[in-house]
């Protein structure tokens, strides 16, 4: 979806913060749903609508990248 970024990667994870989200090879707008262990976590792609799981390593910062992307209401 999203193709650039300055990949800030996540230290402490916040359930309210949106972030941007590796998967598929693809940057998606994400919410951390749970931390199933300290490598990995799910997220909610909150512009398809689906829920996965990722390593902690592909969560970064959006707000190093975008102040835009942080207005744009979820499209799902």
Known sequence: MFQ???KMKVNAINFTKTYLADW???LYRAR???IPSEQEVTVFLI???KI???P???LF???KTS???QCIPPQV
């Open 4 to 6: 650039f970024a300055t």
């Open 24 to 26: 598929n090879s693809q």
């Open 32 to 34: 951390v749903t749970d």
């Open 47 to 49: 512009d398809v609508g």
């Open 52 to 54: 996965v799981l990722i």
């Open 56 to 58: 902690r390593a592909n």
């Open 61 to 63: 910062h959006i707000d």
């Open 67 to 69: 102040k835009t992307l």
